[in-house]
């Protein structure tokens, strides 16, 4: 089955540097999306970043990136220079990749930006 | 694109009435889902439509809960009747098949006393 785990309930950072979140996945695919998702305290899910597997490069998008290891199922976030308006929930998706096209979501990463 | 509209976006109401949540799809989308948001649960597919159809309504809890998609901009979710239990944030997304990125709403905050 196929299963998405952030193992860290709850992230600090301070304001201006780096931080990452783990996520790890388990599925016995080998094309499928995986994805990024923030919700600030307005509850609203934004797409922070995606990833397809079958590209080697990690996808990028201003201070976000990814580090995508496909052998070791591993998808980690990675903020740099963070701001206060980074504090959020963070949810790491992956996405079936054929059939039902259905999202599986890890139980999210409480970021919090300290100035 | 205005992206996927909710509405209400909270709801006060009491146990035993009706509850109708409604959402408005991207343009051109061809996936509908429903979600709900707990803080013991957190995130859980309700249901999902393709090109109006639902799909799979395994994670509809219970027969007091129903989702339409009378045509490709409009779906609604309902409850009745409704409990406390169900007080969640409930949010749609859409998605284009060939992209794959679900693009969530901004969530209807429900609360039944």
């Known amino acids: 089955a196929q299963t998405v785990t952030q193992s860290q309930p709850e992230m600090s950072v301070q304001e201006a540097e780096t931080v990452t979140l783990s996520c790890t996945y388990d599925?016995?695919?080998?094309?499928?999306?995986l994805f990024w998702y923030k919700q600030p305290p307005s509850r609203q899910m934004i797409l922070v970043i995606r990833?397809?597997?079958?590209?080697?490069q990690n996808a990028t998008e201003n201070r976000f990136s990814v580090n995508f290891q496909k052998a070791a199922k591993s998808f980690s976030l990675k903020i740099s220079d963070s701001q206060l308006g980074d504090a959020a929930m963070y949810f790491c998706?992956?996405?079936?990749?054929?059939?039902?096209?259905?999202?599986?979501f890890g139980t999210g990463t409480r970021l919090k930006v300290l100035a | 694109d205005a992206g996927v509209i909710q509405s209400p976006r909270h709801e006060v109401t009491e146990m035993g009435q009706e509850v109708t949540l409604r959402c408005k799809p991207i343009?051109?989308?061809?996936?509908l889902f429903w979600y709900r948001q707990t803080m013991m649960r957190g995130l859980e597919l309700l249901i999902y439509?393709?090109?109006?159809?639902?799909?799979?309504d395994s994670g509809m809890p219970e027969d007091r809960f129903s989702a339409k998609m009378p045509n490709a901009s409009f779906s609604t979710l309902k409850i009745q009747p409704s409990e406390p239990r169900d007080s969640a944030v409930y949010f749609c997304?859409?998605?284009?098949?060939?992209?794959?990125?679900?693009?969530f709403g901004p969530g209807t905050r429900l609360l039944v006393l």
């Open positions: 990833q397809e597997a079958y590209k080697q």
């Open positions: 998706a992956y996405r079936i990749p054929s059939g039902t096209y259905k999202y599986i």
């Open positions: 343009s051109g989308h061809d996936y």
């Open positions: 997304a859409s998605s284009l098949k060939a992209l794959g990125t679900q693009y």
């Open positions: 599925t016995s695919e080998s094309d499928y999306y």
């Open positions: 439509f393709n090109n109006n159809v639902p799909i799979d």
